[in-house]
């Protein structure tokens, strides 16, 4: 018997040729499109020009030919612009946000920053950065250049409250003078697997049930509000006294990898917004106090000595990540 496997696989190149042949009996035509047409590279075009001509999305045009945004087009290449379903506009003058020039904020990009990270970071598309800073090559950005992201009302007051929480998080991680920074190079995420509980009660556990003598296995705790405040941060002895963590089976990531615990069973359901939010300003904070790269940001089963299902399927560990500023 044949796989249907197999067959798919087949299909693939097939998909292929036939969109050579759809492309090349497509007429060329510029505004805004129903059906979908092709578009031959000139001389000066960019990504972000072609989809303003035809007024599609820079992320429509990369899907419908199968492209990562660090592809580069040529000169005579010819692309496939997508068309749109009828109702589309209609639907999506509705839904389209409003952004205005004077609201928002500015970002100096960092090392490794691109537009792409910013869109992500602010939760802004892409096109209305592109649009609010005129940038004709997003790909040529550079650090250190400032760039204004355009945010709804409602997108800028959850920024200000991110803002508040960050500097919120600042106040609680700051060591006392006296007290000398480990060389900290992983953060590592942890959900405890119950329904509630708190630093306090993973103290007792950790003390007196597993004979820890250090007592809490975790630098933080995130509670949930059934035992503390909703997205609450606790700050662990072991951070104030920068202690190796007990939180791996590895004595490598317990010695330079901060854990952090969130209090839930996120096998099960997702943290709560207010412990999320917490969680993305404490691990930025983190980041940028001790100088851990984004790749080194892991949920405790990520890590290749662990075999372990926490922090739970429903925390989104790549959306966290591509929240993070910095490299
Ligand atoms: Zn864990």
């Known amino acids: 018997m044949i796989s249907p496997f197999r067959t798919s696989r087949l299909n693939t190149s097939v998909r292929r040729v036939l969109l050579v042949i759809l492309v090349s009996a497509l007429p060329s035509y510029a505004g805004p499109i129903q059906q979908p047409v092709s578009h031959k590279v000139q001389a000066g075009d960019t990504l972000w020009k072609i989809s303003q001509r035809y007024n599609v999305s820079v992320k429509a045009i990369l899907d419908a030919n199968e492209l990562s945004n660090a592809d580069k087009i040529r000169i005579n290449q010819v692309l496939v612009i997508p068309g749109k379903p009828v109702q589309e506009p209609q639907e999506q003058e509705q839904k389209q946000p409003e952004y205005s020039k ?32 005129n940038i004709d090559f997003p790909e040529r950005m550079k650090p250190g250049q400032t760039v204004f992201i355009p945010m709804t009302e409602e997108r800028l007051s959850q920024h200000d409250e991110l803002a508040g929480m960050k500097s919120y998080v600042e106040s609680l991680v700051k060591l006392s003078p006296r007290q000398k920074m480990r060389d900290w190079k992983y953060i590592i995420i942890h959900h405890s697997a119950t329904d509630m509980g708190n630093a306090a009660s993973f103290e007792y556990y950790h003390r007196f049930k597993r004979h820890m003598t250090n007592g809490l296995a975790y630098h933080f705790v995130i509670t949930n509000g059934k035992k503390g405040s909703d997205g609450g941060v606790e700050v662990g002895n072991r951070w104030k006294k920068q202690l190796q963590g007990g939180h791996v089976k590895s004595d490598f990531y317990n010695e330079v990898g901060i854990g952090i615990c969130l209090v839930g069973n996120f096998q099960n359901y997702p943290p709560s917004i207010s412990q999320y939010n917490s969680l993305v300003s404490l691990v930025q904070v983190l980041k940028d106090l001790c100088n851990i790269p984004t790749r080194n940001v892991f949920g405790h089963g990520e890590l290749r000595t662990e075999q372990s299902l926490c922090p739970g399927k429903c925390l989104p560990l790549k959306k966290l990540r591509s929240q993070l500023t910095g490299p």
């Not at 609201?103 to 609010?132: D, M, R």
């Open 102 to 133: 004077d609201k928002g904020v500015f970002h100096t990009l960092k090392k490794g920053e691109t537009i792409w990270n910013l869109s992500k970071i602010y939760q802004v598309p892409i096109s209305t950065i592109i649009q609010a800073n």
